[in-house]
Every structure is written in C-alpha cells, then in structure tokens.
T-cell receptor, first 114, second 113 residues
Framework: AQKVTQAQTEISVVEKEDVTLDCVYE???????LFWYKQPPSGELVFLIR??????QNEISGRYSWNFQKSTSSFNFTITASQVVDSAVYFC???????????FGQGTRLTINP | EADIYQTPRYLVIGTGKKITLECSQTMGHDKMYWYQQDPGMELHLIHYSYGVNSTEKGDLSSESTVSRIRTEHFPLTLESARPSHTSQYLC????????????FGAGTRLSVL
C-alpha cells in the first residue's frame, strides 16, 4: 500500500516568487509511479506529471520542475516565477506498478498574491 | 485534453431522494473511477471499474452503487440521499495505452438538505 505526506497544508507567496511543494511517500513496491495533480477553484483535477520510480532524472516543463529523490522518498514540485493563476490545491499521489488506484494526500493549498 | 463529462455540476436535494450522478468519457478508456472529496480534504476512492460489467468498491466505504453497462458510461446512484452524503464527487478514467494517467471530470457538488 502507498501513503503520501504533504506536510505543507497551506503556502502563500507573492507573485513572481519561486515556491516548492514537498511530497514524501511510502511504498513497499519496488516499481511505482508518482503523480502530481492541480485542483483549481473550479474543482476539477488537472494532470501535471507522471514519474516512474526507475527514472530519477529531474524534469522541467516551463515554469514547473520536479525533483525526485528516491533515497529520501521525496518528489518535490517547484514553480518558478509564480503567477496568480497558479493558485490551487496541489496533490501528490503514488501508485504501485500493479495497482491502478491513486493514493491522495491532503494536498497543499497554494495562494499566489498579486 | 480530457473528454470526460459529469452532470450535474451542482445538485441540491432533500433527504430521502434517489439521485444518479452521471459520468461519461469519449476516450474509450477501459478503467473508470469515482472519488469523494470533502471541502479542503483529500480524495477518497469509492468505486472503480476495469471494464464493462466490472465494478469494485474502493478504499472508502460508500452507500452509493455504480454500474458499467457501457464502456463510456459509469453512473453513481444513491438510493436515499442523506446530509452525510454532502460532498464533491469526481469521476476519472484511464487507459493502459495512455500510461494509466487518470483524467478527471469537473465534478459534481452535492448538497443534501
């Protein structure tokens, strides 16, 4: 079974600041996947990234970057030069290779102030 | 772009009423899911399906039921709504060929008075 901890329940920053959202997970699977989703105020979940456990290369997509540290079971998400539209709740979710069920933590509510 | 639709978006209903929340996807995904989310809280899986005529209960016990008669359709039914059912319900679908990424609908916000 998987478990995820997002210790930061709320973060508030001023626009253009960089911000990092932490994600620590637990799993007994040797192969697994890690997801990040964004939930804006409208309520739907928007897929951001899927990472395989055997690929520890960090990833950058525009202002978004992800740092995967298998040794510390962390998969942190950084937004560079934050914008007001980044305001949302962000969820990290692990899933085992054979399973299909995402395990969500409580998420981190990010507020970007103008 | 995800093509998964949920109706209604908002529903206010009295106690004891029977309701069905609709979820449809046009992507041909074989797997579909229902999550329940209270405001500001995590999502909990309540039902899932790996294909037609396949339904399973999720990690969170729910009084709702689901059916999967067609690939694209995965409705959720509450036979007798109660205030404790007030929540947001999110539907998702996924497909092995799309790396099992779950794509979500916009959700249904249910209020039972």
């Amino acid at each position: 079974a998987q478990k995820v901890t997002q210790a930061q329940t709320e973060i508030s920053v001023v626009e253009k600041e960089d911000v990092t959202l932490d994600c620590v997970y637990e799993t007994r699977d040797t192969t697994y996947y890690l997801f990040w989703y964004k939930q804006p105020p409208s309520g739907e979940l928007v897929f951001l990234i899927r990472r395989n456990s055997f690929d520890e290369q960090n990833e950058i997509s525009g202002r978004y970057s992800w740092n995967f540290q298998k040794s510390t079971s962390s998969f942190n998400f950084t937004i560079t030069a934050s914008q007001v539209v980044d305001s949302a709740v962000y969820f990290c979710a692990p899933v085992g290779q054979g399973a299909q069920k995402l395990v969500f933590g409580q998420g981190t509510r990010l507020t970007i102030n103008p | 772009e995800a093509d998964i639709y949920q109706t209604p978006r908002y529903l206010v209903i009295g106690t004891g009423k029977k309701i069905t929340l609709e979820c449809s996807q046009t992507m041909g995904h074989d797997k579909m899911y229902w999550y329940q989310q209270d405001p500001g809280m995590e999502l909990h899986l309540i039902h899932y399906s790996y294909g037609v005529n396949s339904t399973e209960k999720g990690d969170l016990s729910s009084e709702s039921t689901v059916s999967r008669i067609r690939t694209e359709h995965f409705p959720l039914t509450l036979e007798s709504a109660r205030p404790s059912h007030t929540s947001q319900y999110l539907c998702a679908s996924s497909e092995l060929r799309q790396r099992n990424i779950q794509y979500f609908g916009a959700g249904t916000r249910l209020s039972v008075l």
